[in-house]
């Protein structure tokens, strides 16, 4: 039973790091605070909160995301807030928005650093009241 324990102890640190668990960085970067604006809806105003991660195509370019966040929140506000209500109700919709999104913010990267630098977008947390 000793010697068990002993083969045990010395595999299961092999497998974590095997399978993922060695603790390095991953390839996202998230955009807080969360992202709030107000969308019109007919006669009512709507807020939205949009939590956005960054899936970047590499992560050594990560510190340039956190020194340009203003520029890509500011676009990002200025794209959600000009949402319809009816089209971001839809799966479909939402999807569009993140290919946009996506856009807005990979014309900012290069414009500002001369490389898109992001590989995608995705909503992590998506709320209209």
């Given amino acids: 039973?000793?010697?068990?324990?002993i083969i045990l102890f010395l595999i299961l640190p092999t497998s974590a790091f095997a399978a993922g668990g060695g603790g390095g960085p991953t390839p996202f970067v998230?955009?807080?605070?969360?992202?709030i604006v107000n969308i019109v809806d007919g006669e009512y105003v709507r807020h939205m909160q949009v939590i956005v991660e960054l899936k970047m195509v590499n992560?050594?370019?990560?510190?340039?995301?956190?020194?340009?966040?203003?520029?890509?929140?500011?676009?990002?506000?200025?794209?959600?807030?000009?949402?319809?209500?009816?089209?971001i109700s839809s799966s479909q919709?939402?999807?569009?928005?993140?290919?946009?999104?996506?856009?807005?913010?990979?014309?900012v990267m290069q414009e500002l650093e001369g490389d898109p630098l992001i590989e995608a977008v995705y909503f992590t947390n998506f709320i209209i009241q």
């Fill in 1 to 5: 039973m000793k010697f068990l324990s």
């Fill in 59 to 87: 992560m050594d370019d990560s510190p340039k995301v956190e020194m340009h966040k203003g520029p890509i929140r500011h676009e990002l506000i200025l794209l959600l807030s000009s949402q319809d209500m009816g089209t």
């Fill in 30 to 35: 998230a955009l807080n605070p969360p992202i």
């Fill in 93 to 107: 919709g939402k999807e569009q928005l993140r290919k946009d999104s996506l856009e807005a913010i990979q014309k």
